[in-house]
Nanobody, 124 residues
């Protein structure tokens, strides 16, 4: 059974860093694009970043460009989201999601396998 589990969330001060992990099980990660999404209280879910199955294509929301970096280790079946220079507006529950597609990624894709999320709070 395909499963995604996020970890690495927590409380961090503005300007700090966190690294989120998305661990996959039950499927071969290297055939899937992975996206990171977030949902802040009272707001709609938004795309943050995605990475293609080979790791050569990445995309970022304008709000996180230059601060967040997505990467993947298919051998470890894990995708990472390194978040630097965090701002209070980054506070949200972060979800990873998978879509079976080779090479490409886009935040507009209809990802059909989702994790349960990890909470990130940026506050002093």
């Amino acid at each position: 059974q395909l499963q995604l589990v996020e970890s690495g969330g927590g409380l961090v001060q503005p300007g700090g860093s966190l690294r989120l992990s998305c661990a996959a099980s039950g499927f071969t990660l290297d055939a899937y694009a992975i996206g990171w999404f977030r949902q802040a209280p009272g707001k709609e879910r938004e795309g943050v970043s995605c990475i293609g199955s080979r790791g050569t294509i990445t995309n970022y929301a304008d709000s996180v460009k230059g601060r967040f970096t997505i990467s993947r280790d298919n051998a470890k079946k894990t995708v990472y989201l390194q978040m630097n220079s965090l701002k209070p507006e980054d506070t949200a529950i972060y979800y990873c999601a998978a879509l079976r597609i080779i090479g490409l990624c886009a935040l507009s894709y209809r990802y059909d396998n989702w994790g349960q999320g990890t909470r990130v709070t940026v506050s002093s």
